[in-house]
């Protein structure tokens, strides 16, 4: 697979924002840009597979691929979150 320069930023940031989202909504805080960008690339992968089975079709576009890869970044840190036993993230 081959892949331009514009795409990998495409990705690198629907990574960093999604990542970023899940961990406001799951944490109240990020990650760290490098966190951030690991949780949203793996979350896009879970929410690309996830949601069509699931039977949501959100459309297409940039913010599609925002919104899918943010649930699938949430639903990463929740199933994080549930084998770390409850509130593993939450920063004292």
Same mark, same amino acid.
């Given at each position: ?7 990998? $930023? *495409?990705? /690198? $940031? ?15 805080? =990020? ?7 690991? *949780? ?5 992968? *879970? ?8 039977? /949501?079709?959100? =459309? ?8 899918? @890869?943010?649930?699938? @970044?949430?639903?990463? $840190? ?15």
């Amino acid at each position: 697979m081959k892949m331009s320069g514009e795409s990998l $930023l *495409i990705v /690198i $940031l629907v990574g960093v924002i999604a990542g970023w989202l899940a961990g406001q909504l799951v944490q109240g805080a =990020g990650f760290g840009l490098i966190g951030d960008l690991l *949780i949203g690339i793996v979350g896009a992968l *879970i929410g690309s597979w996830l949601l069509p089975r699931l039977g /949501i079709h959100l =459309g297409t576009g940039f913010v599609r691929e925002i919104v899918s @890869a943010t649930i699938g @970044a949430v639903v990463l $840190l929740l199933v994080i979150r549930l084998l770390r036993g409850g509130m593993a993230y939450r920063r004292y």
